[in-house]
């Protein structure tokens, strides 16, 4: 991630914060109403819900400076998204449905380096939280090589 697409990120995030719980409600509207199937993944109170996804974000866009303290925190998010029945494939969904979220946000300021941006934080996240998740885990003889997402994090991360 370079330098200018950390700010784009928090610039563009400076500008969702003030309207957290619309974006939150937009985000579950359009992932349950996209894909129906993640629904029964999610128990409880929406709102709260919102609030968690909200919070947890914001420390991601707060800890883009240091990427590396963020490593274990999003592995064991995986873990326990997995033990929710989460599968690897529904990454993908969330993140179709947080980029449209933010489209739908930030309006005209959604412009493709923004775009551009926001995709290599989420796909850099859920690749995080999909090695925590363990959903491979047949054993391999052949040495294990560094994570794709570990190059995001630099060369200390790859060797942790």
């Given amino acids: 991630m370079t330098p200018e697409q950390k700010q784009l990120v928090k610039d563009s995030w400076a500008k969702v914060l003030p309207i957290k719980a619309t974006a ?35 420390t991601a866009v707060n800890g883009l400076d240091n990427l590396e303290a963020l ?37 005209d300021g959604f412009t493709p380096d923004v775009k551009e941006a926001w995709t ?6 859920a690749g995080v939280m999909i090695d925590g998740a363990d959903y491979d885990t047949v054993a391999s003889p052949a040495p294990a090589k560094p994570k794709w997402w570990q190059t995001v ?7 942790s």
């Fill in 120 to 125: 290599v934080v989420y796909t850099t996240v």
């Fill in 153 to 159: 994090f630099g060369a200390k991360a790859a060797t």
């Fill in 24 to 58: 939150a409600e937009l985000f579950y509207n359009r992932l349950f109403e996209v894909y129906p199937e993640v629904r029964p993944y999610f128990k409880g109170d929406m709102t709260q819900q919102g609030n968690k996804l909200m919070a947890m974000l914001n």
């Fill in 71 to 107: 490593i274990e925190p999003l592995k064991q998010s995986g873990k326990a998204h997995a033990g929710y029945g989460v599968k690897a494939e529904d990454y993908d969904k969330v993140g179709d449905a947080f980029l449209w979220t933010l489209e739908q946000g930030l309006g």
